[in-house]
């Protein structure tokens, strides 16, 4: 299979059981994740060869994160040890008209006062073929940002095909420094993935469809994917559409344009979502091993968002799920029956 990296901050995850709320609660689960870790582990689940690149801490928390990865097959050789703290994330699980929370404690963690010298992105990208990182990364701090800027003109020194998760997060950068950051990467980028709104704040682009109300026929997402990769050279365009009903009951598909074509992916109804977290990054983690595996973008796209809709039933931020399983979903077996 293929060699895939991916840069960014694994965090530690504290939930309260089930739907309650933090202030019920006397304890929380630990869980571990984070955007690209996320993809990592659906990289590995699917045979890749997936290796992870980050910083965390030398002590025993760090060294839990690090085995969290190992423990599903991710390559650790490229984690940095060092800095002070693991960055940590508190996320509340919502139900019906009750949206999830998510609150952040990760300033200062090791990745984001990382040093260019803590690696070596020549060596990282050698034979790699497939490198990815979300807007999470450069937002994490400017010393980040750096780091995915080196790391991105490392791949392209090697060939390696970098694929982004636009993925905006209102509570580490506004718009303005988002794009400011976001668009001068973009030139390395090969396969731009985002939502509606992503694509907006990140880059500013927006589609002509109301998402909120319904509307979104392929037709609003067509011109925007053709100015986007006419103004930044993208090989493919990506995007998901999430119909939000309520917390425990979205509307899932996505579409694909590659300069020629344009695509539009089969809907899931899904209902009820156990864990939406790593929804996103289980779809990037699809895409990448239908990209580098089907012979076309419309079977690459059925498999990463049925990769995906099968995420929102499992507890955690990674999706543990075989090819075998994303692939009986895609080819239409959604009855849940039990397999004896």
């Not at 530690?12 to 202030?23: A, D, I, K, T």
């Not at 994490?140 to 490392?154: F, G, N, P, W, Y």
């Not at 980028?189 to 026929?217: H, R, S, Y």
Request: hydrophobic share 40%.
């Amino acid at each position: 299979m293929s060699k895939v990296v991916t840069l960014g901050e694994i965090m530690l995850r504290l939930s309260p059981e089930g739907c309650y709320r933090f202030v019920q609660v006397d304890n929380f689960n630990v869980i571990w994740g984070g955007g690209e870790a996320n993809v990592a582990v659906s990289c590995a689940n699917y045979g890749h060869d997936a290796y992870f690149v980050s910083k965390l801490p030398k002590h025993e928390i760090g060294q839990a994160a690090v085995n969290a990865l190992s423990r599903y097959g991710v390559k650790t050789d490229h984690i940095a040890r060092g800095g002070n703290r693991v960055g940590i994330y508190y996320c509340e699980t919502g139900a019906s008209m009750r949206p999830s929370k998510v609150i952040y404690d990760r300033a200062g963690s090791s990745i984001a006062e990382a040093d260019p010298a803590d690696f070596d992105f020549d060596a990282i990208m050698e034979g790699a073929d497939w490198f990815h990182w979300s807007g999470i990364t450069p937002a994490i701090s400017d010393k980040a940002a750096e780091l995915t800027r080196l790391a991105c003109e490392a791949a392209k020194r090697h060939g390696v095909t970098v694929s982004v998760d636009l993925n905006f997060r209102k509570k580490l950068w506004t718009k303005e420094k988002a794009q400011s950051i976001m668009r001068p990467l973009m030139k390395y980028v090969d396969v731009c993935i985002g939502n509606e709104e992503d694509a907006e704040l990140c880059l500013g682009f927006k589609p002509d469809a109301d998402v909120e109300g319904g509307n979104t026929d392929a037709e609003g997402y067509k011109g925007i994917f053709e100015a986007m990769m006419k103004e930044f050279g993208f090989k493919y365009v990506v995007s998901t559409l999430r119909e939000s009903f309520s917390a425990t009951h979205n509307g899932w598909k996505a579409m694909i344009y590659n300069g020629k074509e344009f695509y539009q992916s089969k809907r899931y109804d899904i209902n009820p979502i156990i864990d939406r977290v790593g929804g996103g990054d289980s779809f990037s983690g699809g895409l990448i091993h239908g990209l580098l595996t089907k012979p076309n973008q419309g079977e690459a796209l059925e498999f990463a968002v049925a990769a995906s809709a099968l995420k929102h039933t499992i507890h955690g931020d990674f999706n543990l799920v075989s090819v075998e399983e994303v692939e009986s979903l895609a080819g239409g077996n959604a009855n849940g029956r039990v397999q004896r």
